[in-house]
């Protein structure tokens, strides 16, 4: 609710939206569409790096169970402080340095998303220049139709007049192009697996093992960045038109099972189909001149462009923020404090699309990306809901709750709805008459089993949110630490 504090707001209550009507089937496809992207391309490779299916597999469960309890817990703490926004929510209950902290690595992370979408790009236009401009194996390839010039051609000519407007509400209708790619694809690979790919002979290859557990647990930094839809979770949740934890919890595990459903076919029969040989980019295993792939391929970079200028327009947001804030406490002239003019709106396209193209162009294996990528998303998959289940404990107590109409009492008639208010926290609103109410256990009736029951709920919810931050944190260091070696 407006102005309210992040411990004002109890779970009956709704964060401040306009006019939330998004239905539940709506919400898990928003979810879903989020998820689903570029980083379908990369779970063969993923199932390679683990060892095989069943290292793969028990990984991606144990990675689900973080992941929905991370959606759960926005849920919970966008309930509790009142935000609509994923920085809103982790600055009202963490601090405002925390909340700095999550604009960096909000700015940091659609950063290196865009990189990885310039890089799927760039890899489908050398197929297609191949197909388009075959030639012999050995022949030295046309400087016109070499990927730093197709991939910069295509940036100028299209990407970035896309990213320019200050409203990009006329592709709200291109964005479901990603999730029929990414459905199209999922099929494909699993066709391809039973008919073959053209020029594919299959060895009887030995069952595969991690070579250690590092190995291993380099597939998270994949899991996150393909299950990535924790940053849209806050917004979906305030648009909701039942906006109910119990409901949302339902909603996130439908959404993140359908998406595992299609990254686990990908994953499971493109590394079926090319083992070891599997490329970092499935699509890049494929033969240049197969037809069905050649639609993937353009679906796929179709997609992306259309979804490039959405990412780019959400860093920018973050950055004309930050531009207006520094503005205001510098005091300088009003043009300069007004971000969302012409000219800083431009500066700040061109320095972004310029920054990820150079990056694009310099890191050629889409793995090194997307390792990158999964370990910022660590940040917000799991430090940033542990430490928000953390804080929204100390601001909100946890109890057993009973119902009861406004008028009865388990130890008595009540004479009226304040009477009744007097029996739950401080912060609860006053319903009118006939309302059930969602109240702590009456202090007249199991004063020892409820409070033991509350302080063994609060510390089960205090545990998990220290074994979140703390499964982030590890995730984080060591896919820092592998792309920085990988790098050098």
């Known amino acids: 609710m407006e102005g309210q504090t992040p411990g004002s707001g109890g779970l009956s209550e709704k964060p401040a939206t306009a006019s939330p009507g998004l239905s539940s089937l709506g919400a898990v496809f928003i979810l879903l569409k989020s998820a689903l992207g570029a980083g379908l391309l990369n779970f063969p490779w993923a199932f390679h790096r683990a060892g095989g299916v069943a290292p793969a597999f028990l990984i991606e469960l144990v990675s689900l169970v973080f992941l929905i309890s991370g959606l759960v817990i926005l849920g919970y703490a966008a309930s509790v402080s009142g935000q609509a926004t994923y920085q809103g929510v982790v600055g009202g209950l963490c601090g405002p340095a925390i909340g700095r902290l999550c604009e960096a690595c ?89 008919l073959g790919p053209q020029g594919l002979v299959r060895e009887p290859r030995p069952a595969l093992s991690p070579s250690s557990w590092t190995s291993a647990f380099s597939v998270f930094p994949t899991i996150c960045f393909g299950f990535q839809c924790h940053e849209a979770a806050v917004s979906v949740y305030c648009s909701m038109h039942r906006q109910s934890l119990s409901h949302w919890a339902l909603v996130s595990v439908l959404a993140l099972l359908a998406c595992c459903l299609v990254y686990s076919l990908t994953g499971l029969y493109g590394f ?178 409820r409070a033991r029951l509350g302080s063994l709920l609060g510390c089960c919810l205090e545990v998990w949110g220290v074994v979140s931050v703390l499964v982030g944190t590890f995730i984080f260091g060591q896919s820092t630490v592998a792309a920085v070696l990988e790098l050098v």
């Open 106 to 194: 909000f700015i940091v992370n659609l950063l290196m998303i865009s990189v990885a979408f310039l890089r799927v790009i760039g890899d489908q236009l050398e197929k297609l220049c191949d197909f388009l401009l075959p030639g012999a194996p050995t022949a030295p390839q046309p400087w016109y139709a070499d990927q730093h010039f197709t991939l910069t051609l295509l940036s100028v000519l299209v990407i970035l007049p896309l990213s320019a407007p200050k409203e990009i509400g006329f592709q709200k209708f291109t964005s479901i192009l990603g999730t029929l790619a990414a459905c199209y694809l999922a099929l494909v690979i699993v066709v391809q697996y039973y």
């Open 272 to 449: 079926l189909t090319f083992r070891a040989e599997v490329s970092a980019d499935i699509l890049m295993s494929y033969p240049g001149d197969d037809g069905v792939i050649i639609v993937a391929r353009v679906l796929f970079a179709v997609s992306i462009v259309t979804v490039y200028p959405i990412v780019l327009f959400l860093g920018r947001s973050v950055m004309q923020d930050f531009w207006r804030r520094s503005c205001c406490q510098a005091r300088g002239p009003r043009a300069l404090a007004d971000p969302s003019g012409l000219g800083v709106r431009l500066l700040l396209t061109i320095l972004w699309v310029a920054v990820t193209l150079a990056m694009a162009l310099f890191l050629p294996d889409l793995s090194e990306i997307i390792g990158i990528i999964g370990g910022i998303s660590s940040f917000f998959i799991f430090i940033f809901p542990g430490l928000c289940l953390l804080c929204a404990i100390g601001a909100e107590p946890v109890g057993p709750r009973v119902r009861f109409p406004v008028g009865v009492d388990s130890g008595g008639p009540v004479q009226s709805s304040t009477d009744a208010l007097q029996l739950q926290q401080p912060w609860a609103w006053v319903p009118p008459a006939g309302w059930y109410l969602c109240a702590p256990f009456p202090k007249r009736g199991f004063p020892k089993a």
